[in-house]
């Protein structure tokens, strides 16, 4: 679910960089999720790629491989024609499995010394 060994690769294993971070990614991914559900709803592919853009580095950064590697097919995947369901299934996939992976990063910030 995590790759924490990315996260301190990327940070030079300095807490106080990991935890700004952790930070910045619990304060914006949220909010790109519910951009990515909006665009979906309303059958915006160019909004939802636009979403899954801005989504996939947060999500490389804090080692969320997998789930990086989703967004960025679904960054890549075409619009048009009949594949609205590939958006689907990504959609849904990234989904399900955000929630537990933002949960577990929460739990590995609280491990973290530093500013809370």
């Known amino acids: ?3 924490l ?6 940070s030079g294993n300095d807490t106080v960089t990991m935890l700004e ?6 304060e914006h991914a949220p909010t790109l999720m519910r951009e990515l559900h909006d665009h979906h709803a309303t059958r ?9 853009h801005k989504l996939k580095p947060m999500l490389a950064y804090v080692g969320m491989t997998s789930l990086h590697a ?3 097919q679904l960054e890549q995947a075409e619009i048009g024609g009949g ?3 590939q958006f689907t299934g990504l ?26």
């Open 5 to 10: 060994a990315h996260l301190r690769e990327i």
């Open 70 to 72: 989703r967004a960025v």
């Open 91 to 116: 959609v849904q996939s990234i989904s399900a499995d955000f929630e537990p992976a933002r949960r577990a990063l929460v739990a590995y910030r609280a491990t973290l010394t530093g500013p809370k």
């Open 44 to 52: 915006d592919g160019n909004g939802l790629k636009r979403a899954a």
């Open 21 to 26: 971070v952790i930070d910045v990614f619990l």
């Open 83 to 85: 594949n609205w369901e």
């Open 1 to 3: 679910m995590l790759d």
